[in-house]
């Protein structure tokens, strides 16, 4: 027999409860995710320009997190966990059971977006709490599996349903399938709530986060407003071109979805080896010049290709902005190279995160206004012309000296 290999965990109570609320999370948000345009677009009616209103609303959660957090930091991470999940699930049962209102679907949508802010950090920090001492990264990796296989069932699940609703006759503004989806994500988080309400009070208190702003980052800081923007236009507006422009229905979106997450599982340890191999600046300039002629062909492709060519060929980039964008794990090892500890690290990282979701309310709305004035020509040469100053600047980095960062050698 071949021996048993080792764990990556500790024996640690909750960690199966701690797996399995991963999973359960990782199917509502695959579930949910996967309508979530069509809904905005078929059901509520939501505009292109109402598009922006509703990502700047869903966002303001990111940008206030350092805040929140700071409220609970007398908090164990199991109890900040546990308030993450329920206000997640209370974001589904209001979507499942409040009408599809704009208002009310715009307000619901916050409250899980604020639930799934909350959870982000605290999942990553508990992943780490269960591990063994140098098994870090490995559970942080099981973590990521895990939620991102839900998310991919999820997707599947959906454009599955929508597909076989769409075969029995249902149209594709019948809010059935919608709320089905709802209630089916609801129920996934009803489980999650109780397993994670099985955890005992454990981990670490939440430490209080900080902006940590310091000259030597300032690269980072510019690096971090014009990818966040460029990246912002297409999480927003990239579903819903497919959608009003198209005519993209939910089983086709949540099929791309699910694509997406399937190569973001099997490339990122592939984007990471290119990071160590070629060197984080190449990395960065290479992947940002890419992403340039993505977004032109995203919004010029009803003008260069018969509707048809036009679909397949932004469906093809959407994948492809998706696979490339995981090249943004090289900025974070450039501030690794510059941080001096790992408490430096952690904060600067976090005020990135912070400066990012800024740029991407303001983007949101703005590019609402674009689209709608101007036409999505424009809106994605915008997103073009940010990702050549993002190149510009990433250009313009200098490998640190090894007294500078110290970080790497601790």
């Given at each position: ?312 060929v932004v469906c093809v980039n959407f994948v492809l902005d998706s696979i490339i964008s995981l090249a943004s794990m090289a900025t974070n090892v450039y501030v690794r190279d510059l941080s001096e500890s790992r408490e430096e690290l952690t904060a600067t990282l976090s005020t990135g995160i912070s400066v990012n979701h800024l740029i991407s309310i303001i983007i949101a709305l703005l590019g ?43």
């Amino acid at each position: 027999m071949k021996p048993k290999k080792p764990s990556i965990y500790l024996p640690q109570e909750g960690l199966k409860a701690f797996l399995a609320v991963i999973l359960f999370t990782g199917l509502a948000h695959g579930l949910y995710k996967g309508v979530q345009d069509n809904y905005l677009a078929e059901v509520v009616m939501i505009t292109e320009f109402e598009r922006g209103i509703v990502e700047f609303f869903r966002e303001l959660p990111g940008l206030m997190l350092v805040f929140i957090l700071a409220w609970m930091y007398r908090f164990s991470e199991t109890k900040v966990f546990k308030v993450g999940t329920g206000i997640t699930l209370i974001g589904l049962l209001g979507l499942l059971a409040m009408g599809s209102a704009k208002w009310m679907v715009i307000l619901f949508m916050v409250v899980y977006s604020l639930g799934e802010h909350i959870i982000m950090p605290i999942k990553s920090s508990m992943s780490l709490y269960f591990a063994k001492e140098e098994k870090g990264g490995a559970s942080l990796g099981m973590t990521s599996a895990i939620s991102h296989g839900g998310n991919i069932i999820g997707f599947v699940v959906v454009s599955v349903l929508f597909l076989v609703l769409g075969k029995l006759g249902y149209s594709r503004s019948s809010q059935g399938g919608f709320t089905l989806t709802f209630a089916l994500a609801s129920l996934l988080m009803v489980i999650a709530t109780v397993l994670v309400l099985t955890m005992k009070e454990q981990g670490r208190a939440v430490r209080r986060s900080r902006l940590y702003v310091r000259k030597k980052y300032t690269k980072y800081y510019m690096l971090e407003v014009f990818y966040g923007a460029r990246k912002q236009i297409f999480i927003t507006f990239a579903p819903y071109v497919m959608i009003l422009v198209y005519g993209a229905d939910t089983s086709v979106i949540a099929m791309l979805l699910a694509v997406c997450a399937l190569f973001g599982m099997l490339l990122s340890p592939a984007i990471g080896y290119l990071v160590d191999r070629l060197g984080y600046k190449f990395v960065m300039v290479t992947d940002t010049l890419i992403l340039v002629v993505v977004c032109l062909l995203y919004g010029f492709a009803h003008r260069l290709f018969p509707m048809h060519i036009a679909f397949i060929v932004v469906c093809v980039n959407f994948v492809l902005d998706s696979i490339i964008s995981l090249a943004s794990m090289a900025t974070n090892v450039y501030v690794r190279d510059l941080s001096e500890s790992r408490e430096e690290l952690t904060a600067t990282l976090s005020t990135g995160i912070s400066v990012n979701h800024l740029i991407s309310i303001i983007i949101a709305l703005l590019g609402g206004w674009i689209w709608q004035t101007v036409g999505i020509e424009t809106l994605f040469t915008l997103s073009a012309i940010l990702g050549v100053i993002n190149s510009i600047f990433a250009a313009t980095i200098k490998k640190p000296a090894p007294l500078e960062g110290m970080l790497k050698s601790q």
